[in-house]
């Protein structure tokens, strides 16, 4: 995983995420992705007890939730298939059912390519 400036894995790689929310360029390892990934699955879970609690079932905080990491978490994705050679418009595969998830779930398991590839430097190279 890359070197962030400071605190724990989990919430570094969720501020990063978070802070570049809109960046569709360069490569993310498989350590930010998955890390985002679990930071907004246990929100999600805080989010729909608190919808439980206050609101009888009704998804409104989760919604919110949803909508409001949906752009970084298409970002950080398109950055996860940069790391493996792929471009991130390959996300849309996920819309054939079955087996575009599926594929989509096998490509950002895999791991990264070593060395430069067209979407940028390693990010798990040491850096100089």
Do not use: K
């Not at 919808?51 to 996860?80: C, E, I, K, M, Y």
């Not at 059912?97 to 979407?119: E, I």
């Amino acid at each position: 995983m890359p070197s962030y400036p400071r605190g724990n894995r989990l919430t570094a790689a969720v501020r990063h995420c978070l802070t570049h929310y809109a960046d569709f360029r360069g490569r993310a390892p498989r350590s930010e992705y998955w890390l985002f990934y679990l930071g907004y699955l246990l929100a999600y879970l805080a989010t729909g007890l608190l919808d439980l609690l206050l609101f009888h079932q009704t998804p409104l905080l989760s919604g919110l939730l949803t909508l409001a990491v949906l752009l970084p978490n298409l970002a950080v994705a398109s950055r996860r298939l940069h790391d493996t050679g792929r471009s991130g418009w390959w996300q849309l595969i996920a819309f054939v059912p079955l087996a575009g998830a599926l594929l989509l779930l096998w490509w950002v398991c895999r791991p990264g390519q070593t060395g430069d590839n067209r979407f940028g430097s390693d990010p798990l190279a040491p850096q100089p």
